[in-house]
C-alpha cells in the first residue's frame, strides 16, 4: 500500500488529518482531507495552454458527491449519479467563491478542482473539507495562490459560540456560519440564521477567523514540506500610450455616458463609446484597446464614489433605490406578488401542496425531504438579451437557495401548517441584486396567499469601493454597474427582529471584519427601509387561503390502526383517495393529513377513516348496507371492512322463513351489536331496532358451517414506517 505524508490537527476536539502523496499523484495537486470520519478527496490540475481571447479567470470547481459515501445506492434506473444534486452545486460555488479572489486575475490557463466525496459521517459537513482541500492542493501545486485559507462552520447552542458543531446540533443552533479567511482578512462568508442580531453574527466571525488560523498553519506547513516551485504570477500591465490613446478620445463625454438615468441607456452611451474608441485606434491591438477604456470606466465610478460621495445614478452611498410593491396579481394561484427595486423586478408566486408533494432528498446528508421550496429562473429577456433557455444553471440555484434560507425561518412549523410550500421566483428585470428581490418578493407572496409566517422579511445588497490610499465607501443596494466594477457583493436578509441569511462574494483578496460589521449595520438600515415600504402593500398574511389552494385537515388515529386505513398493497388507502379525489398522507405516530379544495370531500375521506379505525362495540347501533344474503342470516357491513351477522332469528320480531323476504343486497338496515365472540365475530340484531320489540338477551349460536364459519378473526396490518 502507498503511504503519504500526513498532517493534522485537533479542531474543536476532533482531528483534522490532510494527507498528500498517496491518491491521484498525477494530479497537480492532491490531497485527502479527513474530519471524523468525514473523507474528501481534492484535486487540482492546470491546462498547458492558455486560452486565447479570454479576459476572466478560468476557474472550475465540481463537487462530485457519492452516494456510496453514506452507504446508500442512487435511485432511478440506471442506479447511478445523475447530475449534481443542489447541495452539491451550493458546495461547489462555496468553494469556488471562497478561493477565485486569491488567484492571479490575469491567469488564463484553465484550473480545474475536483472534489470527491468518499466517506460521509453525516455529522461533519463535507462543504468545509472541500474548502480546505481545494486551498492545500493549490498550496502545493505550481499555481500562484495568495492562500491558504481555512474554513469552519459557526453555530450558536445554548447561549454558546460552538465551533464545528455536528449536523444533528445544527437543528438546535440559532444560525449556522460558515467563515472562510487567511491569516489576515475575511474572504467568504454565509449563513441561515433565526432572526440574529449583528453583534451576535459579529462575534461569531471573529469566532471562526480565529479558529481558522490552526488550520492555515496546517496547510503553512504541508506547503513547506511538500509544495511544488510556484510559477511567477502573471500581471495585467496597463500600456500607457494605449491608456493616453483612449483617454484622448473620451474626453469628458464619459462621465457624460455613466450619468445616463436608465440602464439602457447607460449601456448605449458606453457601448458607443467604446465602438468610437475601437474604430479610432484600429491601428492597436482590439483586446488592449477595450480593457484600457474598461479601466477607465472602472476608475471613473470609483473615484466619484470616492472623491464626491454619489453614485453615477445621483444616489448616496446609503440610498436605496425607488421600490414598489404588488400583490394578488394573478388569480388562479394560491398567492402572488411583484416587487420592483429601481430597473430590478421579480415576480414570485406561491403554490401550496400535500405533505406528500415535499421534495425528497437522495443526497449525502441527514435530511431526507423539505416541505419549503424557493425555485429561481433567470430569463434572457430580463437584461434585454438573446440567449439559450435552459435548465437551472449554478447561478440560479444559488441565488433561489439564498432566498429560500433567508424566508425559512419566519414560516409556520409543520405541526401548525401542514402544507408543502413551493415559490417560483420570475425575474423580469435585472439591474442588481435580483437574489433581494426575490426574498422581498417572496414574503409579499407569501402572506398574499395567507400563509401565517412571523414576520415578512427584506434583504438588500451591499457593495464596497477601495482606494489605494486606504479610503473605502460602502454602498447600499448596489446595481449592476456598481456590482460588476466594485470590490464586494454582500447579501444581507433579516426581519425587524435579526439577520435571517447573509452570503459574502468580493473580488478582493479578503476583508476586514470592521468593514464587515460596518456593512452589516448599514444593510439592517437597508432592509428595515424596505419592510416599510412593503407594509404598505401588505403588512401581514390574509386571514384566508386562497379558493383555489387546497384544504388540509388533520387526524389522529391509534398507530396500530395504520395497517387497516393503508390496507394490503396500499388498495384501501388508494380506494379512498379515488373515492373523494382527496390527498392522504400518514405519519408512523398516527397523524393523518387529507387534502383537497372541497372540504365536503374531505370530511368524507375522515369519516371513511374514523370507520375504518373505530372499534365495534357491543350495545352499539350502527347502520349498514347488506353484502351478502345466507340462508340463515344476512350479512352487514356497519363499518367499512367491518362485517357483522344478522341471524335470521333476528331480522323480525316474528318467524321470518326466508331471509329475502326481509332484506336482499344492497339494503340499508339499522342494526345493534348483541355479541362479539371469542373468535371477533360479530353478532347483529334488526329485531331490537324495531319498535316495541327487544332483542333475545342470547344470541343465537354461530353457525360452524357456510361462508361464515370458522373464519378466523383478521389481523391488522402495521405500518412499516413509510408514508402513504
Excluded at 472602472?298 to 445614478?313: A, N, P, Q, V, Y
Excluded at 403554490?351 to 406528500?356: A, Y
Excluded at 435585472?430 to 395567507?450: E, I
Amino acid at each position: 500500500m502507498e503511504i503519504g505524508q500526513v498532517f493534522e490537527r485537533e479542531i474543536a476536539g476532533r482531528r483534522l488529518s490532510i494527507e498528500t502523496g498517496k491518491l491521484a499523484r498525477q494530479a497537480d495537486g492532491a490531497v485527502t482531507v479527513r474530519y471524523g470520519d468525514t473523507v474528501v478527496l481534492v484535486t487540482v490540475c492546470v491546462s498547458e495552454e492558455q486560452r486565447e481571447g479570454t479576459d476572466f479567470l478560468p476557474l472550475t470547481v465540481d463537487y462530485e458527491e457519492r452516494l456510496y459515501a453514506a452507504g446508500k445506492i442512487p435511485g432511478g434506473f440506471i442506479r447511478r449519479e445523475g447530475r449534481p444534486s443542489e447541495e452539491a452545486t451550493l458546495a461547489s460555488r462555496l468553494t469556488d467563491r471562497s478561493i477565485r479572489p486569491l488567484l492571479p486575475k490575469a491567469w488564463r490557463n484553465d484550473i480545474q478542482v475536483i472534489i470527491t466525496v468518499l466517506s460521509a459521517d453525516q455529522e461533519n459537513d463535507p462543504d468545509i473539507l472541500a474548502v480546505i482541500g481545494a486551498s492545500a492542493a493549490l498550496s502545493i501545486s505550481e499555481v500562484p495562490f495568495y492562500g491558504p485559507v481555512g474554513a469552519v462552520h459557526v453555530g450558536y447552542i445554548n447561549d454558546e459560540l460552538v465551533l464545528n458543531p455536528i449536523l444533528p446540533e445544527l437543528e438546535h443552533s440559532l444560525f449556522d456560519l460558515v467563515v472562510v479567511s487567511t491569516s489576515q482578512v475575511v474572504v467568504m462568508v454565509e449563513a441561515g440564521a433565526k432572526e440574529v442580531p449583528v453583534e451576535l453574527i459579529t462575534r461569531a466571525m471573529r469566532f471562526g477567523h480565529e479558529a481558522n488560523q490552526e488550520i492555515i498553519r496546517l496547510q503553512e506547513q504541508l506547503q513547506k514540506e511538500c509544495g511544488k516551485a510556484k510559477v511567477e504570477a502573471p500581471v495585467v500591465n496597463v500600456d500607457l500610450e494605449i491608456a493616453s490613446a483612449v483617454s484622448s478620445i473620451i474626453g469628458g463625454r464619459l462621465v457624460q455616458a455613466l450619468s445616463q438615468t436608465g440602464k439602457a441607456q447607460r449601456e448605449q452611451a458606453l457601448s458607443g463609446l467604446k465602438k468610437e474608441v475601437v474604430d479610432g485606434l484600429k491601428e492597436l491591438p482590439e483586446a488592449d484597446v477595450v480593457a484600457a477604456f474598461d479601466a477607465r470606466v472602472k476608475e471613473e465610478l470609483r473615484r466619484s464614489i470616492l472623491d464626491t460621495g454619489r453614485r453615477i445614478d445621483g444616489r448616496g452611498l446609503g440610498e436605496v433605490r425607488p421600490i414598489s410593491c404588488e400583490v394578488g396579481l394573478l388569480p388562479r394561484t394560491h398567492g402572488s406578488a411583484m416587487f420592483t427595486r429601481g430597473e430590478t423586478q421579480v415576480l414570485t408566486i406561491t403554490t401550496l401542496g400535500s405533505v406528500g408533494a415535499e421534495q425528497r432528498l437522495n443526497g449525502l446528508g441527514i435530511e431526507e425531504s423539505k416541505r419549503f421550496m424557493h425555485h429561481y429562473n433567470f430569463p434572457p429577456f430580463s437584461t434585454g438579451e438573446v440567449k439559450r433557455v435552459g435548465t437551472p444553471g449554478r447561478r440560479e440555484i444559488g441565488h433561489g437557495a439564498l432566498a429560500e434560507r433567508a424566508l425559512l425561518p419566519t414560516l409556520p412549523t409543520d405541526e401548525d401548517f401542514s402544507y408543502t410550500i413551493r415559490l417560483v421566483s420570475e425575474v423580469l428585470g435585472s439591474n442588481g441584486s435580483t437574489s433581494m428581490a426575490s426574498t422581498c418578493a417572496g414574503s409579499l407572496s407569501l402572506m398574499d396567499a395567507g400563509i401565517p409566517v412571523k414576520r415578512p422579511v427584506a434583504g438588500a445588497a451591499m457593495g464596497l469601493v477601495t482606494g489605494e490610499d486606504g479610503r473605502y465607501a460602502i454602498l447600499t443596494d448596489i446595481d449592476g454597474l456598481e456590482d460588476a466594477y466594485g470590490d464586494m457583493d454582500f447579501k444581507v436578509a433579516g426581519t425587524d427582529v435579526g439577520i435571517t441569511a447573509l452570503q459574502l462574494d468580493t473580488k478582493l483578496k479578503g476583508i476586514s471584519i470592521e468593514v464587515l460589521d460596518e456593512a452589516l449595520r448599514q444593510a439592517g438600515e437597508a432592509y428595515r427601509f424596505i419592510l416599510d415600504k412593503m407594509r404598505q402593500t401588505i403588512s401581514s398574511n390574509r386571514p384566508q387561503l386562497s379558493p383555489y389552494a387546497p384544504r388540509m385537515f388533520k387526524m389522529m388515529i391509534d398507530p396500530d390502526k395504520i395497517g387497516a386505513v393503508i390496507g394490503t398493497g396500499g388498495k384501501t388507502i388508494r380506494s379512498i383517495i379515488e373515492e373523494t379525489k382527496t390527498t392522504i398522507d400518514i405519519n408512523n405516530d398516527g397523524t393523518v393529513i387529507i387534502g383537497s379544495p372541497d372540504e365536503a370531500a374531505a370530511h368524507k375521506a375522515m369519516k371513511i377513516i374514523e370507520g375504518l379505525v373505530r372499534e365495534v362495540e357491543v350495545g352499539a347501533v350502527y347502520t349498514g348496507k347488506v353484502t351478502r344474503v345466507l340462508n340463515f342470516g344476512a350479512m352487514v357491513e356497519i363499518l367499512p371492512g367491518k362485517e357483522g351477522l344478522v341471524h335470521i332469528s333476528q331480522l323480525a320480531d316474528y318467524r321470518v322463513a326466508r331471509v329475502e323476504d326481509v332484506v336482499k343486497v344492497g339494503d340499508e338496515i339499522t342494526v345493534k351489536v348483541i355479541e362479539i365472540d371469542n373468535l371477533g365475530r360479530i353478532n347483529l340484531s334488526r329485531r331490537a331496532m324495531l319498535p316495541g320489540a327487544q332483542a333475545d338477551e342470547a344470541a343465537a349460536p354461530m353457525p360452524t358451517e357456510g361462508p361464515r364459519g370458522g373464519r378466523p378473526p383478521q389481523r391488522p396490518y402495521h405500518s412499516t414506517g413509510r408514508k402513504a
